[in-house]
Structures are given as C-alpha cells and as structure tokens.
C-alpha cells in the first residue's frame, strides 16, 4: 500500500513538473549557453540581415539604411536573456553596451541620445527586437543604465545608424566614446 502511495505520488511529480516546463516562460527562448557569474565571450556571431518576417500582425523588413534616424521609444532587457544567443548567433551580455534592433544589420553600431536626459552612447546592434509597444530599440541593461533610463524601464529616445560592427566583438569603440563623453573609470568602462 505505502509503495502504490509512493509510486502514484512519484508519478504526479513527474507530470506535474513536465506540466510546469512547458508552461515555463523560459522555455521559448534559446536556451541559455553561458551561466550566470561566467565570462561572456565577445563577438563569434556571423552578419545577418534575413528576409522580413512576421510577429504578431506586423512584417519586418531588414535592411541596410544607411540613412536610418529615427526617434521613438527604447525599453531594456536584462537578467532574463543574459547568456542566451542572439539571432546573428552571439551570446547576449547584459552588461555590454549592446541593443536589439528589428531590421538593421546584424551586427551594426548605433548612436542612441536619451532626448529626456541628453545621455548618448554608441552600441552594437547584435540581436532582433523589440516587438511591443511600438518600442524602436531594446537596450541591454548597461546601455539602459548609462542612457540613464534603467529605473524608468523605457525612454523617449533617437537612433542613427552609424554602420557595420566588426565579427571579432572588440567592444573598444562603444567604450572609448562611453569614457570620452562622460568621463567615466576605465574600470567602468571596461565592464
């Protein structure tokens, strides 16, 4: 009797907890191939523009838009994605200064100005998104962080493309202009 108790009990578990993975909210994404506390390696991705897909009712539509200015609202991921890979095949680092964009080259840099604060910077482009809320870039959380809009979760923001980042990831450029501009530690800046 104690063992047909432990056995229906035992099988329960087990359903319920592949129940409980397939409802994991994780479980859409890719899965996660760095660990938190581990270093991130930088670059390794491949250039990626793709063909124009749909999410949800909307098409996008890649592109190399060397004129690319716009103005809009940015939002930030974090925690939820670091270590995961992006679409042009990189490992996301929340605490590079990177962003997510719908249609630009994959990778590119961007210059991004806070309209609200004046807080500009220069990130690579590595990843497809946002796609709520009208939203035109998602930040990593450094870039949100140093934008000045972490807290808020979103900003009235302007975004130029610049042009095509290298394969290799050397993040130096992002860096150097984050350190001219706003005079910050090398310890800071070096992330």
Known sequence: MVRGIVCVVVVGLMVSGCLWSSSDPESKFSPRVVNFGQPVPKGG??????????IGSLVYVPQADQNYDRKGVASWYGKLFHGRLTANGEVYDMRALTAAHPTLPLPSYVHVTNLTNGHDIIVRVNDRGPYAHNRIIDMSREAARA????????????VRYLGPAPLSGDDSYEKNYLRKKYKIS???ASG
């Not at 934008?147 to 302007?158: C, D, I, M, N, S």
């Open 186 to 188: 090398n310890a800071r």
């Open 45 to 54: 991705g491949h250039h990626k523009l793709g063909k124009p897909y749909k």
């Open 147 to 158: 934008l000045g809009f972490e807290q808020q979760g979103t900003a009235k923001v302007r």
